[in-house]
């Protein structure tokens, strides 16, 4: 059974730094296209960063230069650095494993971002 295990979420204050983790079993991450995504309340889920399985990346504009995704492979782990986190980042934040005959989701880990 695969599963993705989101960790490293909390609370920080604007300005502030997480990393999250997406922790995977049952597969090898290595071969999926690998996604972080977030959904605040009220709003539809929205893309952040992808990454390939050559390390190839991806972001959305509103977190460009802010958002490091990467994976290691050796620890079948994915990994979402934020960097000057603002108000609007607020979100549950996803971690996505997809290729061309299935996709799995993880269940979520909430950043928020308040003083």
Same mark, same amino acid.
């Given at each position: 059974?695969?599963?993705?295990?989101?960790?490293?979420?909390?609370?920080?204050?604007?300005?502030?730094?997480?990393?999250?983790?997406?922790?995977?079993?049952?597969?090898?991450?290595?071969?999926?296209?690998?996604?972080? *995504?977030? #959904?605040?309340?009220?709003? /539809?889920? +929205?893309?952040? $960063?992808?990454?390939?399985?050559?390390?190839?990346?991806?972001?959305?504009?509103?977190?460009?230069?802010?958002?490091?995704?990467?994976?290691?492979?050796?620890?079948?782990?994915? *990994?979402? #650095?934020?960097?000057?986190? /603002?108000? +609007?980042?607020? $979100?549950?934040?996803?971690?996505?494993?997809?290729?061309?005959?299935?996709?799995?989701?993880?269940?979520?880990?909430?950043?928020?971002?308040?003083?």
């Amino acid at each position: 059974q695969v599963q993705l295990v989101e960790s490293g979420g909390g609370l920080v204050q604007p300005g502030g730094s997480l990393r999250l983790s997406c922790a995977g079993s049952g597969t090898i991450l290595s071969i999926y296209f690998m996604g972080w *995504y977030r #959904q605040a309340p009220g709003n /539809k889920r +929205e893309l952040v $960063a992808t990454i390939t399985s050559d390390g190839r990346t991806n972001y959305a504009v509103s977190v460009q230069g802010r958002f490091t995704i990467s994976r290691d492979n050796a620890k079948n782990t994915v *990994y979402l #650095q934020m960097n000057s986190l /603002k108000p +609007e980042d607020t $979100a549950v934040y996803y971690c996505n494993a997809a290729s061309l005959k299935s996709g799995y989701w993880g269940q979520g880990t909430q950043v928020t971002v308040s003083s």
